[in-house]
DNA sequence: AATACATATGAACACATAAACATATGAAGA
DNA sequence: TCTTCATATGTTTATGTGTTCATATGTATT
């Protein structure tokens, strides 16, 4: 069994790859779902909005702490937020996180 | 407009919630992706099985580096190796991380 | 206007991580 | 066995990251 690659084969290789640039924004986003606070975060908005106060509790964590994980999902495009009175009401801003996430549990189920 | 969560419903939420250790491999798993190195190899691995000197090559960068990055995604399961001669060929070891990619990359083009 | 409540922000600290360098392992050929 | 080539591993260093604490912003109520 011969495994040969010569540098032509090489070099289709390095034109087919995505641009430096794409190749980037894809971990960056990646980056944002790498941290179980966010991923909770995530999952308890994929059941309901809610406000900061509610995740706060439900996650049983500092308000500060859920605040600056949400600035990250915001600056992400993951969530969005309304205002309700003195309430944030934040929720996914589109399905593809439920996507993302049920295709990972599928590799990890195995 | 009136927003309300009661504490019953907290609690079906916290119900529903994924167990905190699969959460947990969840962000795992995805912090093998958020690194643009890693991304790279498993991009050009997708295109051909390479030996290590191959990606080194096709990356520009130390053997060191790159090998190092192979056992994390070897520790995650994400690609697997054979040996040939001197040289290990390293390959995908599912075709979960196309579809997570391309799942990926559509929330990114918006 | 003063207060209370909800949320955001800035700084600091403790910890994680990627890359480089040096070195070790392991296979093949002389 | 000695050498060479391919790859892996241990250590160090510089940089990044999540949380906490303290404080600021902003909205509603009185």
Redesign the interface.
């Known amino acids: 069994?011969?495994?040969e690659?010569n540098d032509d084969?090489?070099d289709k290789?390095?034109e087919?790859?995505?641009d430096e640039e794409?190749?980037?924004?894809?971990?960056?986003?990646?980056?944002v779902?790498?941290?179980?606070t966010?991923?909770?975060i995530l999952?308890?908005l994929m059941?309901?909005?809610?406000?900061v106060g509610?995740i706060t509790?439900?996650l049983s964590m500092t308000q500060s702490a859920i605040s600056h994980q949400l600035r990250m999902l915001k600056q992400a495009?993951l969530v969005k937020f309304r205002r309700?009175g003195k309430?944030l009401?934040y929720s996914l801003a589109?399905e593809?996180?439920s996507?993302?996430?049920s295709?990972?549990?599928?590799?990890?189920m195995?």
């Open positions: 069994m011969e495994h690659i084969k090489l290789i390095l087919n790859l995505p794409l190749i980037y924004n894809l971990a960056e986003l990646f980056k779902f790498s941290d179980s966010r991923v909770r999952c308890v059941q309901s909005d809610l406000t509610e509790k439900s495009r309700d309430n009401i589109d593809h996180v996507t993302i996430f295709q990972t549990l599928e590799h990890i195995e």
